[in-house]
C-alpha cells in the first residue's frame, strides 16, 4: 500500500512539473504575442500621428496662401481689377464694331469690278467676214452681242474664237434666227446705208455669256442665340476666279478674344443650310463649294460648354 502511495506521488509530482513548464511556455508565448501586439499599436499611432501633424501643416500653409492671396487682391494693383476687365471688354466690343464697319465699306468696294477695258478689241478681232455687230453691253461680269450674219453658223464659230481666248466662263448663250424683212429694219440701212442685198437670206443672231472674273466669297461668323447681333471679327472676302471651287476650313469651331465657340448654323445667302448637310459640315469640320458667283456666308457660332 505504501508502495503504491510511493509510485502515485512520483506520478503526481511528474506532472506538476510538466504542468509548470507548458504553463511557463505558454505565458512566454503570451508576452510575446502582446508584445508584437504592442508593437503594431505604437506603429499605428505613430502613423496616424505624422498624419495629423501633416494634415496641420498643409492646412495651416493653405490658410497663409489663401490669405496672402486675399491680401494680394485686397492691394492698389487689384483693387480697380474687375472695372478694369469691365472697361476692356467695352473697348473689345467697340474695336470689333469699328473692325466689321471697315470691312463692310471694303465689302462693298471689293463687290464692285470693273468692267474689263481691253475686250472691245478682243471682239473686233473674233468677228466673221459674213457677220456684222449692231450692238453690244459689256459688264462687270456679264457680256451681251447683237449682231447680223449670212452665214447660220458664224456665230457659233464667233464664240468657239471668244473661249480660245478665255473670255467667257462656260459657254454662252446663243440665239439665232432668220432675219424678216417685213417686221426688221433692212440690214443696208444699218451698215451705213451701203446695199449688202446680195443675199437675199441672212440671220439676226444674239450671243450673252458670263465673262471669266473674280467672284466675291464673303464670310461673317456671328454670336448666335444673344439678344443683340455681335459679330466675332469683320467681313473676310475671298477673291475666287469663277468656277473654281473653295473651301471653309476648321469650322466647326471658332476662337475669338480668348474665347471658344461652337457652330450652330450657317446661312448663304439669306438661306439657312439645311440640318443634314449641316451635320455633314460639322463632322468634317470644312464647307465646301463652287465659286459660280458672288456668295454671302453667315457662321453662326454659341459659346462653347464642357458638354459640347
Request: glycine share 4%.
Amino acid at each position: 500500500m505504501a508502495k503504491a502511495n510511493g509510485i502515485n506521488k512520483k506520478i503526481l509530482a511528474k506532472k506538476d512539473v510538466n504542468f509548470f513548464a507548458e504553463f511557463t511556455a505558454n505565458a512566454a508565448r503570451a508576452a510575446r504575442m502582446l508584445g508584437y501586439a504592442v508593437a503594431v499599436g505604437v506603429l499605428v499611432v505613430v502613423v496616424v500621428v505624422a498624419f495629423i501633424v501633416a494634415f496641420i501643416i498643409r492646412n495651416t500653409l493653405i490658410k497663409g496662401q489663401i490669405r496672402d492671396l486675399e491680401n494680394l487682391l485686397a492691394s492698389p494693383d487689384y483693387a480697380s481689377l474687375e472695372k478694369d476687365a469691365e472697361l476692356l471688354s467695352e473697348q473689345l466690343n467697340e474695336m470689333t464694331k469699328y473692325n466689321y464697319a471697315l470691312s463692310q465699306m471694303r465689302k462693298n468696294v471689293d463687290l464692285i469690278n470693273a468692267a474689263p477695258t481691253d475686250l472691245p478689241d478682243v471682239i473686233a478681232k473674233c468677228i466673221p467676214s459674213d457677220s456684222y455687230i449692231s450692238d453690244y453691253r459689256i459688264t462687270s461680269s456679264a457680256l451681251e452681242m447683237h449682231g447680223y450674219t449670212f452665214t447660220y453658223y458664224s456665230p457659233v464659230d464667233m464664240v468657239n474664237m471668244l473661249n480660245e481666248k478665255n473670255v467667257f466662263t462656260a459657254r454662252p448663250i446663243i440665239a439665232t434666227e432668220r432675219f424678216d424683212k417685213v417686221t426688221e429694219t433692212p440690214i443696208e440701212e444699218i451698215i451705213d446705208g451701203n446695199s449688202v442685198d446680195a443675199i437675199n437670206n441672212y440671220y439676226t443672231f444674239t450671243i450673252s455669256g458670263t465673262l471669266v472674273s473674280d467672284v466675291h466669297i464673303s464670310i461673317t461668323r456671328y454670336q448666335d442665340n444673344v439678344e443683340v447681333m455681335t459679330t466675332l471679327g469683320g467681313i473676310e472676302i475671298r477673291d475666287i476666279k469663277a468656277g473654281d471651287p473653295y473651301s471653309i476650313e476648321d469650322i466647326s469651331t471658332y476662337t475669338y478674344a480668348g474665347v471658344t465657340y461652337t457652330l450652330t448654323k450657317i446661312m448663304v445667302d439669306g438661306v439657312q443650310v439645311e440640318q443634314g448637310s449641316f451635320n455633314s459640315i460639322v463632322e468634317s469640320n470644312r464647307f465646301s463649294d463652287i465659286a459660280n458667283s458672288d456668295h454671302d456666308i453667315k457662321l453662326y457660332y454659341s459659346i462653347a460648354t464642357a458638354e459640347g
